[in-house]
Nanobody, 118 residues
Framework: QVQLVESVGGLVHAGGSLRLSCAAS????????MLWYRQAPGKQLELVAGISGGETNYAGSVRVRFTISREAAKNTVYLQMNSLKPEDTAVYYC?????????????WGQGTQVTVSS
């Protein structure tokens, strides 16, 4: 059974940095399409960043500040967050289309709280 387990978020001050990780466990053949979403208080779920093959993309609000990366050997995707702002406060979720047991399936991480204080 595949699971996506996210690292603990935390409380950071504005301008600080934090790295989130999302590790996939189970019998995994491929995890080429991975995404990070977030949901801030009172707001809709927002796509933050994605990586597909070697191509990455970002929401305009986080471009330059955030970096998504993947370490295939560890079945782990990361979100490096720099120059954090209070408006980055949200629950962050990883999401992926993962190949396992000869088929493709989608999975969500459990979500992790990131709080940025001003």
């Amino acid at each position: 059974q595949v699971q996506l387990v996210e690292s603990v978020g935390g409380l950071v001050h504005a301008g600080g940095s934090l790295r989130l990780s999302c590790a996939a466990s189970g019998s995994i053949f491929s995890m080429n399409n991975m995404l990070w979403y977030r949901q801030a208080p009172g707001k809709q779920l927002e796509l933050v960043a994605g990586i597909s093959g070697g191509e990455t993309n970002y929401a305009g609000s986080v471009r330059v500040r955030f970096t998504i990366s993947r370490e295939a050997a560890k079945n782990t995707v990361y979100l490096q967050m720099n120059s954090l702002k209070p408006e980055d406060t949200a629950v962050y979720y990883c999401y992926g289309i993962i190949g396992t047991m000869g088929r493709m399936s989608t999975y969500w991480g459990q979500g992790t709280q990131v709080t940025v204080s001003s």
